[in-house]
T-cell receptor, first 115, second 115 residues
Framework: DAGVIQSPRHEVTEMGQEVTLRCKPISGHNSLFWYRQTMMRGLELLIYFNNNVPIDDSGMPEDRFSAKMPNASFSTLKIQPSEPRDSAVYFC?????????????FGPGTRLTVL | AQKVTQAQTEISVVEKEDVTLDCVYETRDTTYYLFWYKQPPSGELVFLIRRNSFDEQNEISGRYSWNFQKSTSSFNFTITASQVVDSAVYFCALSERGGSEKLVFGKGTKLTVNP
């Protein structure tokens, strides 16, 4: 079975441009998570969905960030307008979302550079 | 609030040495889950192990072993007879209500195994 798929793998854009990151979770997984990794802040959760519904978006830095999950097999994270401080690796992860301690499976990440 | 501390920022060992990576956590919940992930130089996050708060039994998997002690809020990871391929950043993470909920990560420990 394919793992979590993210696209693009690398994105270079200029400040002020809109950026859209995409994620396809593992089939059958009910929870989806977006994380951001930077040297300064490490790995931090931005938002997560359960059964396509956003559950906790307290980690979304500001209104410039938005995330959607229109169906069980697709999610987007959008930054508009982008700023240089948004440069980071963005990971998408998914898991079964059932009660109990299910591990999260991570995608390969999208490395975003905002010039 | 949840918190995970990995006090060792970087560790360097010579191949075949044993090495222990420390993880100390804070939580107010009585039910929680602990995880270790590996991030090799290629950048992906690889799940290694999970443990729930009710199971203090230590675990061994090949050269890897984990020591969970609730009394000291620690979940340490030992690699026996380290190999160059073990070089990576290792993250300890905590979830308070199972893997469906968000993971709080430590800052990671960068392990370098020299030949």
């Amino acid at each position: 079975d394919a793992g979590v798929i993210q696209s693009p793998r690398h994105e270079v854009t200029e400040m002020g441009q809109e950026v859209t990151l995409r994620c396809k979770p593992i089939s059958g997984h009910n929870s989806l998570f977006w994380y951001r990794q930077t040297m300064m802040r490490g790995l931090e959760l931005l938002i997560y969905f359960n059964n396509n519904v956003p559950i906790d978006d307290s980690g979304m830095p500001e209104d410039r960030f938005s995330a959607k999950m229109p169906n069980a097999s697709f999610s987007t994270l959008k930054i508009q307008p982008s700023e240089p401080r948004d440069s980071a690796v963005y990971f998408c992860a998914s898991n079964l979302g059932t009660s109990g301690y299910n591990e999260q499976f991570f995608g390969p990440g999208t490395r975003l550079t905002v010039l | 609030a949840q918190k995970v501390t990995q006090a060792q920022t970087e560790i360097s060992v010579v191949e075949k040495e044993d090495v222990t990576l420390d993880c100390v956590y804070e939580t107010r919940d009585t039910t929680y889950y602990l995880f270790w992930y590996k991030q090799p130089p290629s950048g992906e996050l690889v799940f290694l192990i999970r443990r729930n708060s009710f199971d203090e039994q230590n675990e061994i998997s090949g050269r890897y072993s984990w020591n969970f002690q609730k009394s000291t809020s620690s979940f340490n990871f030992t690699i026996t007879a380290s190999q160059v391929v073990d070089s990576a950043v290792y993250f300890c993470a905590l979830s308070e209500r199972g893997g469906s909920e968000k993971l709080v990560f430590g800052k990671g420990t960068k392990l370098t195994v020299n030949p």
